[in-house]
């Protein structure tokens, strides 16, 4: 099983949740919505293999805490993901995002500067301006579209640039994600949970259950659920040892390394 973008940290006990990752042997990637959480939820994973944590500065929080992007740039050199970061053009969120896209283009440039990172990216109502910073920044590093939510015009421009997408059981609840779903490369898909923030009943999503999109996935795709999980498998096998959206990286090891 893998979650490739889950905010671990913010869960009320997550050394309980290591616990259930570790009995089930998830593959799970820990964003962080601020890099002052990001030496402590690295603390907190320790030596785990199929644990990684992003380094990141969520959208929804860069009208406060704007100034840790000079703090984010200084820790990029020790993380080879990143993630929380992105743009958010909800009505909530507008008015700062003048100063989102400053952050946002700042972290593209360091990445690039620092030869590519992975990075899982928030575009909600922002799609096209995240699509343009991608665009203008092409070796920042591999993207991946988390709860992707754009039109499907802007979906085949993503697609187009390279941009990976990660999907899980929340966004496969609407008809507009399953259909966005049916849409998206398998060879670029990854599977998330973006919980504690998603629940099933009352209770947070566990990493874990990000496969419970599998069936809606595979019936969106009319493939067999057992054989996407395979393409699920490779593709994260795949995304480790990359550097940049369409060359595999041969000098480099894998971090993150599965073993199936
Ligand atoms: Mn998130």
């Given at each position: 099983m893998i979650d490739f973008h889950c905010h671990l940290d913010l869960y009320p006990d997550p050394q309980e949740v290591l616990?259930?990752?570790?009995?089930?042997?998830?593959?799970?990637l820990a964003v962080t919505t601020t890099p002052k959480a990001w030496r402590g939820t690295k603390k907190l994973v320790g030596e785990r293999k199929r644990v990684r944590v992003a380094l990141g500065l969520h959208p929804e929080v860069?009208?406060?805490?704007?100034?840790?992007?000079?703090?984010?740039?200084?820790?990029?050199?020790?993380?080879?993901?990143v993630g929380e970061i992105g743009l958010d053009g909800s009505l909530q969120h507008k008015s700062t995002l003048d100063l989102q896209q400053k952050v946002f283009t700042r972290i593209l440039a360091e990445s690039a500067r620092l030869g590519g990172r992975i990075?899982?990216?928030?575009?909600?109502?922002a799609a096209t301006a995240v699509l343009d910073a991608l665009e203008s920044e092409p070796r920042a590093?591999?993207?991946?579209?988390?709860?992707?939510?754009?039109?499907?015009?802007?979906l085949?421009?993503?697609i187009a640039l390279g941009c990976w997408f990660s999907v899980?059981?929340?966004?496969?609840?609407?008809?507009?994600?399953?259909?966005?779903?049916?849409?998206?490369p398998l060879d670029r898909m990854l599977t998330e949970t973006d919980a504690p923030f998603t629940k099933s009943g009352p209770a947070p999503l566990m990493p874990w259950q990000a496969y419970?999109?599998?069936?809606?996935?595979?019936?969106?795709?009319?493939?067999a659920e057992h054989d996407l999980g395979g393409i699920i498998r490779r593709n994260l096998r795949r995304i480790t040892q990359m550097n940049s959206p369409f060359e595999l990286l041969h000098h480099d090891k894998p971090v993150l390394t599965p073993n199936y």
């Open positions: 616990r259930g990752i570790d009995a089930r042997g998830t593959y799970v860069v009208g406060q805490r704007h100034q840790e992007v000079a703090l984010l740039c200084g820790l990029m050199p020790e993380s080879r993901y990075m899982t990216i928030h575009s909600r109502g590093g591999v993207p991946i579209l988390h709860w992707f939510s754009g039109t499907k015009s802007e085949d421009r993503a899980g059981p929340a966004m496969m609840r609407s008809s507009k994600g399953r259909e966005l779903a049916s849409l998206m419970d999109c599998l069936s809606a996935v595979a019936a969106a795709r009319e493939i």
